[in-house]
């Protein structure tokens, strides 16, 4: 999915860049995003432990 993603920009292709999305965003649950969120928050460098959102 990503790297038809990445194709979809770098080719400049919007009406294929808005199928894929659409696609990802019908998969995507609210579990996968509450997931994906702390997953890509930041932690801190000591103890290991989560910055204040």
Excluded: I, K, N
């Amino acid at each position: 999915m990503l790297t038809a993603l990445a194709e979809a920009v770098r080719d400049r292709d919007e009406r294929t860049l808005r199928r894929l999305l659409a696609r990802f965003a019908e998969q995507a649950t609210l579990t996968d995003l509450t997931d994906l969120r702390d997953a890509l928050r930041p932690r801190a460098r000591q103890g290991g432990t989560a910055l204040p959102q």
